[in-house]
């Protein structure tokens, strides 16, 4: 049972490239979540998905673009990399529902990326 | 602007103190309160989570304090030791469906205990 994995896990982008990071979890979790982390800023939402086609936007979308075509796979697409995105991605997982409704996110290990 | 906010940003503590760090919210929607501990170069992991029907939750050497009145919340490690350097980030969340049940983080606390 791997969880969540992401990749790559480190990348050097020139300004106004373009890559997907990939993040694929086998959990069968409905919600998934991207997210970036930046020193004393804590974690900031990108974009989340309540499940396969369903995708919305969350605190910081503008730069980015997601897909949710499968269950298990969410990709994030970066268009015209910009210094400004230069962070570490996280992506994260999670089941809905339940007796208790409680909610357990579970991260990738990250993926740190640097615009030059 | 920030949904949780989250004290101190960095913390240092002798081995066999206690760390405090403490959160706190505005949104009377969110019911659910988690905290996440990181260590370098990995992602977040949860490590204790409360909910405001009761004020404490207590799992080993940590502890939430939930203060449902001051809408603030904070974590309490007892006997800290080194190897609970680490971030920690303190986090709110609401069940309703519609929110996508997000989850929103406060900007972390860096520890270092000294041994």
């Known amino acids: 049972n791997a969880g969540v994995t992401q990749t790559p896990k480190f990348r050097i982008l020139k300004i106004g490239q373009s890559m997907t990071l990939q993040c694929t979890q086998d959990?069968?979790?409905?919600?998934m979540y991207w997210y970036r982390q930046d020193p004393g800023m804590g974690l900031k939402l990108i974009y989340y998905s309540v499940g396969a086609g369903i995708t919305d936007k969350g605190e910081v979308p503008n730069g980015y673009n997601v897909s949710r075509s499968t269950t298990e796979d969410f990709p994030l697409r970066l268009e015209l990399a910009a210094p400004s995105q230069t962070s570490v991605y996280f992506c994260?997982?999670?089941?809905?529902?339940?007796?208790?409704?409680?909610?357990?996110?579970?991260f990738g290990a990250g993926s740190r990326l640097t615009v030059l | 602007q920030q949904q949780v906010k989250q004290s101190p940003q960095s913390l240092i503590v002798q081995k066999g103190g206690i760390s405090i760090i403490n959160c706190a919210y505005e949104?009377?929607?969110?019911?659910?309160f988690p905290w996440y501990q990181q260590f370098p170069g990995k992602g977040p992991a949860l490590l204790i989570a409360i909910r405001p029907d009761v004020s404490e939750k207590k799992e080993g050497r940590f502890t939430i304090s939930f203060n449902k009145s001051a809408k603030q919340f904070s974590l309490h490690i007892m006997d800290s030791q080194p190897g609970d350097s680490a971030t920690y980030f303190c986090a709110a969340s609401s069940k309703a469906r519609l929110a996508g049940n997000q989850f929103y983080f406060g900007t972390g606390t860096s520890l270092t205990v000294i041994p």
């Open positions: 949104n009377t929607a969110f019911d659910y």
């Open positions: 959990m069968n979790h409905n919600y």
């Open positions: 994260a997982s999670t089941r809905t529902g339940g007796k208790s409704g409680a909610n357990v996110l579970t």
